[in-house]
């Protein structure tokens, strides 16, 4: 990759672990400012990149985020594309893999690097990993091919020393420096001594979709997480409240779940009212196919759409974009089926 010709990278600082510090008073952390985080990293300094800054007010914990939050960043980004090479957003580690997911659905014909990064300690902290986290992230979202195109022209979450798909994430530690995973798709990009890009999996925009930002989203979805024990009126709360236009069903395995003749009576009617019912697996790799095990066939024949190997959160926010678009439950569910922005392998 060549990454000699000067960039401008803007960073979006919406909070986290990254830049906290414990408050004098009851040692927990809250954030400090966005030039704290500056002078605790003065090797950014070194880069010839321009780097400017944007720092969301209030600052927040992840664990606060609300899909408003999602579209304030789709805005502010859709704002200032034309202006930067790169943005990176600084964001808490709790919900990243869900707000790196609703902006890959959010931000059409993407041409420019969109790199979620954080840390588990914070950045003034000795032992931080803030530091290459922020750093190798921002040589990330600067970097071009050989044709001067953005080497990473996608939503991702640099962590850890790899970079991974946004969509296909999830966070798999509350402790380790390693906190996130790609668990179906290999990481598009390593970094060691220099940081090696997988060509192969890198997504590319498409010619015929300039960049523009669709910010509506529906947030009438719910989870059902299976397991056993589950009683009737749990499932029935969840699949037929009024409340939902989409439920999400984590099930076992390849899809499957319970065949007791209650569970699919609820199904079929949550079907009949309407609803867009999604079959997402509760392991953490691997993928659905409800036609394996009598277990998932009834799920598949009630009216269930298959999620294929995307993670929940990925789900969640497809499903929130797609519903904020159409009306037609049908049509979100066609749509679900398809691979929108490489969340899925088909
Ligand atoms: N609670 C923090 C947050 O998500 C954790 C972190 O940043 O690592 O904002």
Redo the contacts with the bound molecule.
């Keep these: 990759m060549n990454t000699n010709r000067k960039s401008s990278i803007l960073i979006i600082y919406t ?4 830049g ?1 510090k414990a408050d004098a008073a009851d040692l927990a ?1 809250k954030p400090f400012d966005f030039s704290q985080i500056l002078e605790e990293v003065p090797e950014l300094s070194k880069f010839a990149f321009k780097i400017d800054s944007y720092t969301f007010d209030p600052l ?6 609300e899909p408003t939050m999602w579209q304030k960043l789709a805005c502010v980004i859709r704002d200032r594309h034309d202006r930067y090479d790169g943005f990176l957003v600084l ?6 893999s869900y707000s790196a997911s609703a902006l890959s659905f959010m931000l059409e014909g993407l041409d420019k690097p969109v790199i979620f990064t ?3 300690l914070p950045i003034g902290v000795p032992r931080t990993d803030g530091k290459e986290n922020l750093i190798s992230a921002v040589e990330i979202a600067s970097a071009r091919t050989p044709d001067g195109e953005a080497a990473v022209p996608e939503v991702c979450i640099y962590f850890g020393s790899k970079l991974l798909r946004g969509n296909r994430t999830t966070k798999i530690s509350a402790e380790q420096f390693d ?1 996130f995973a790609s668990p179906n798709l290999p990481a598009l990009a390593e970094a060691g001594i220099s940081i090696r890009y997988n060509q192969a999996l890198i997504r590319r925009p498409d010619p015929g979709v300039p960049f523009h930002v669709d910010t509506r989203l529906d947030t009438r979805v719910s989870i059902l997480k299976i397991h056993p024990g589950i009683t009737p009126g749990v499932v029935r709360n969840i699949l037929l409240g009024a409340e939902t236009r989409a439920v999400i069903i984590e099930t076992y395995g390849s899809g499957n779940a319970p065949t007791a003749p209650w569970f699919l009576d609820i199904v079929r009617r949550a079907k009949e009212m309407g609803k867009v019912l999604v079959n997402v697996t509760q392991c953490p790799s691997g993928c659905v196919n409800m036609n394996l095990y009598a277990t998932g066939k009834p799920l598949l024949e009630a009216g269930t759409v298959s999620g294929y190997d995307s993670t929940t959160e990925s789900a969640l926010a497809k499903l929130f974009h797609l519903l904020g678009i159409y009306a037609d439950n049908g049509r979100v569910e066609q749509l679900f089926d398809s691979d929108l922005k490489g969340e899925i392998t088909k």
């Excluded at 909070?15 to 990254?18: A, D």
């Excluded at 927040?60 to 985020?65: A, C, E, P």
């Excluded at 964001?91 to 990243?96: L, N, P, R």
């Design positions: 909070g986290g672990t990254i906290m952390l927040i914990d992840s664990s606060d985020v964001h808490g580690t709790d919900t990243m954080g840390s588990q906190a």
